[in-house]
């Protein structure tokens, strides 16, 4: 019984020494294989390419309004009864186009009056200058004669003014907006006839970022939408720089050209615009 139990006793020992001595040695020997491939110069296999560099695009957004290319209120020179109005609303007219006329008879007569005076002047001046030569007109008068001719050539060109401010012109081409003025008023200086805007092009005005003021130039491409036609979108370019940020708002004005020949937008209108600007290169890599 005695011997039983130190068989089962030396048996137990000899399982724990060789559980023992493979868990020391068995890791070493599978270890083996790695370091000796690491020692021949084979490592883990990666793939390798070179990174290429995207450069980054900012778009910058902002509000802005649109103008007539040239608008102008139209004014008399002087106060009158309206006796023609040679225009109506939407009308398309042209530079010197007459648009309005004011009672002017005595404007005519003052031109009348005037002419008169400088064939009277006129014909003294040739009297003397024949009679000069042979001494029966002194100089002086011949002077005098000459003097009379310019003053009244003067006063002609003062009265045929005056009954030209008698009618109002169309400053430039463009389209004539509302009036209120019918035949028979009686206007002053004060009273606007209508407005005209020239339409063709519409300039785009809105203020940009100081941070991008020094990126933008004259012709930079620009991209606008209508607030009230989101779905459509006119390409233009910058045609004006204001000169100086602005201290309030750390803001630069900006005006932008947008074609307009089919008329379709109007002075007034307010635009979403886009400005696109090249940020700085960083490397790229795929996935």
Do not use: C
């Not at 002419?115 to 002194?138: C, H, I, W």
């Not at 006063?155 to 030209?164: G, N, P, V, Y």
């Amino acid at each position: 019984m005695i011997l039983r139990t130190q068989l089962v006793i030396l048996i137990g020992l000899a399982v724990v020494l060789g559980a023992g001595w493979y868990a020391l040695n068995g890791n070493e020997v599978g270890a083996q294989p790695k370091d000796a491939l690491r020692a021949a110069g084979g490592g883990t296999r990666v793939l390798v390419e070179k990174a290429p560099a995207a450069t980054d695009k900012i778009i910058v957004r902002a509000v802005g309004t649109g103008e007539a290319r040239k608008s102008a209120a139209l004014y008399p020179k002087t106060a009158g009864e309206v006796v023609a109005v040679s225009f109506r609303s939407q009308d398309r007219v042209h530079k010197g186009q007459i648009l309005l006329r004011l009672e002017d008879v005595h404007q005519q007569i003052a031109v009348r009056l005037a002419k008169v005076a400088v064939k009277d002047a006129t014909r003294q001046l040739k009297r003397l200058e024949k009679l000069a030569p042979s001494g029966t007109a002194s100089q002086a008068r011949l002077e005098t004669a000459q003097t009379d001719l310019e003053a009244a050539t003067l006063r002609l060109d003062q009265a045929e003014q005056a009954l030209d401010d008698r009618i109002v012109y169309a400053p430039f081409d463009g389209i004539i907006g509302l009036t209120e003025i019918d035949r028979g008023d009686r206007v002053t200086t004060d009273t606007q006839i209508a407005t005209l805007d020239d339409r063709s092009e519409i300039l785009v005005e809105f203020e940009l970022p100081e941070e991008y003021a020094g990126r933008i130039k004259i012709d930079d491409p620009v991209m606008v939408r209508p607030w009230t036609a989101p779905d459509l979108r006119l390409a233009g370019k910058v045609s004006q720089l204001g000169s100086r940020i602005d201290p309030i708002t750390r803001t630069l004005r900006v005006k932008a050209t947008i074609p307009n020949e089919e008329d379709l937008i109007r002075p007034g209108t307010s635009f979403e615009t886009e400005l696109a600007f090249t940020g700085k290169p960083y490397p790229t890599v795929r996935e």
